[in-house]
């Protein structure tokens, strides 16, 4: 089956504790993403990657790092986790080098960082 | 910069109704435009597109067409059922994009 996978589901953690959220697609997709989703403010993009070893930041990188070493895997790394990244994340992925025609979305990681 | 704006929520409605959610876009060229749905624990789901003015995209009974005059493109289905209950996410982008642009979402109950 087609899918984007993330791990885990649901984290809880502290701050200051660094954490990895990974993400893997099976569908050889070229263009990654990871989103954030909070209320009101629906979803914004965190990072993205065009290609193995080409990433680059979104509209709210900071706190976060990424990685492409593998066009199958994206992991997310928060180094010093803080509360204010409490939130939903979401990986996404693309036929496409862009997003343009849909993305393919995993289930979700809920964060909360006490 | 470009933007999309939805309806604000919830929408509740009984079954069987008619259905509207309305999106307004934002943008400085000729995008794509989306309809994505979130189920309850679920990541987003495409529900449908549209890539050029005029267009209209369709699935599962719900339609949507790319309106350039009014830069809308509205999410309309004739009769709703309790399945149907999900936050619905307007959103565009360019082929050439790094990214796509979410609206808010609108959350949708339906009662039986």
């Known amino acids: 089956e087609a899918q984007v996978t993330q791990n885990p589901r649901y984290l809880i953690t502290v701050t200051g504790k660094k954490l990895t959220v990974t993400c893997s697609q099976n569908?050889?997709?070229?263009?990654m993403s990871w989103y954030r989703q909070d209320p009101g403010l629906g979803l914004r993009q965190i990072y993205y990657s065009m290609n193995v070893e080409v990433t680059d930041k979104g509209d709210v990188p900071e706190g976060y790092k990424v990685s492409r070493k593998e066009k199958r895997n994206f992991p997310l790394i928060l180094e010093s986790p803080s509360p204010n990244q409490t939130s939903l994340y979401f990986c996404a992925s693309s036929l496409a080098p862009t997003g343009g025609p849909g993305y393919t979305f995993g289930s979700g990681t809920r964060l909360t960082v006490v | 910069g470009d933007s999309v704006t939805q309806m604000e929520g919830p929408v509740t409605l009984s079954e069987e109704a008619f259905l509207t959610i309305n999106c307004t876009y934002t943008?400085?060229?000729?995008?794509?435009l989306f309809w994505y749905v979130q189920y309850p624990g679920e990541g987003l789901q495409l529900l449908l597109k549209a890539t050029k003015a005029d267009d209209k995209g369709s699935n599962k009974g719900f339609e949507a067409t790319y309106r350039k005059e009014t830069t809308s493109f509205h999410l309309e289905k004739g009769s709703v059922q309790v399945s149907d209950s999900a936050v619905y996410f307007c959103a565009l982008t360019y082929s050439s994009a790094s990214k796509i642009i979410f609206g808010s979402g609108t959350r949708l109950s339906i009662r039986p």
């Open positions: 943008a400085t060229g000729y995008p794509s």
């Open positions: 569908m050889n997709h070229e263009y």
